[in-house]
């Protein structure tokens, strides 16, 4: 089972909201990643969990803040976003954080900012 | 930054026909990978070539790398209309301890009925 599930597929959110992308992962890995993409770009990288610990943050705003609770759950609170934060927010896992990993991604979060 | 390069940025061919998407990178590679993303949903992963290997199977699939060129190619034979999709390398760089999975721009292939 190669499945990664992300909870909202859809969220509208004003930009005073506080909302939370949820991810999920039963296969045992100990890395988990955020990824965004705009419409029509490829997935850009946001966020790497290894271990439960951060070990990448690729200069993201503040307002995005990632949480891993546990090995199976990594969520992504947001506050006080901009309209131009809609995207489509895709959550990954591997086994491990190193090279020659698959990474498995989910169906990803549609999030439009109002 | 992007590493891969993918070309061509759209592709439409009929059914049954060969589709061959190619994708160039910059800096030296541990391995190179290619997903699919059908409209709107996530992604699927396809194939993973290593650096040291020049040609990889997967059904359908096949993948070839050239370090020297820095640069690698899918084939999709005798296409189907659900492959309609686009196609993405990822690249993750070789050295370091930071292995972040970067993309290409895609190609967007379309399979006529």
């Known amino acids: 089972d190669t499945e990664v599930t992300q909870t909202p597929k859809h969220l509208v959110m004003g930009m005073t909201n506080k909302k939370s992308l949820k991810c999920e992962q039963h296969?045992?890995?100990?890395?988990m990643y955020w990824y965004k993409q705009k419409a029509k770009k490829p997935p850009e990288l946001m966020f790497v969990?290894?271990?439960?610990?951060?070990?990448i943050n690729e200069s993201v705003p503040s307002r995005f803040s990632p949480e891993c609770p546990n090995s199976s759950l990594l969520n992504l609170h947001l506050h006080a976003l901009q309209p131009e934060d809609s995207a489509l927010y895709l959550c990954?896992?591997?086994?491990?954080?190193?090279?020659?990993?698959?990474?498995?991604f989910g169906e990803g979060s549609w999030l439009t900012v109002v | 930054s992007q590493q891969g390069e993918e070309d061509p940025q759209a592709l439409s061919i009929q059914e049954g026909e060969n589709a061959t998407m190619n994708c160039s990178y910059k800096?030296?590679?541990?391995?190179l990978q290619w997903y699919r993303q059908n409209s709107g949903r996530g992604l699927v992963h396809l194939i993973l070539?290593?650096?040291?290997?020049r040609e990889k199977h997967s059904g359908r699939l096949r993948v070839t790398l050239d370090t020297s060129k820095k640069s690698s190619s899918l084939l999709i034979t005798a296409s189907r209309a659900a492959d309609t999709a686009s196609y993405f390398c990822?690249?993750?760089?070789?050295?370091?301890?930071?292995?972040?999975?970067?993309f290409g721009k895609g190609t967007l292939l379309t399979v006529n009925p």
């Open positions: 990954a896992s591997s086994q491990g954080w190193t090279v020659g990993n698959t990474i498995y």
């Open positions: 296969m045992g890995h100990r890395a």
């Open positions: 969990y290894s271990y439960e610990k951060l070990s």
């Open positions: 800096t030296s590679i541990n391995n």
């Open positions: 070539i290593r650096s040291n290997e």
């Open positions: 990822a690249t993750i760089n070789s050295g370091g301890s930071n292995y972040k999975l970067t």
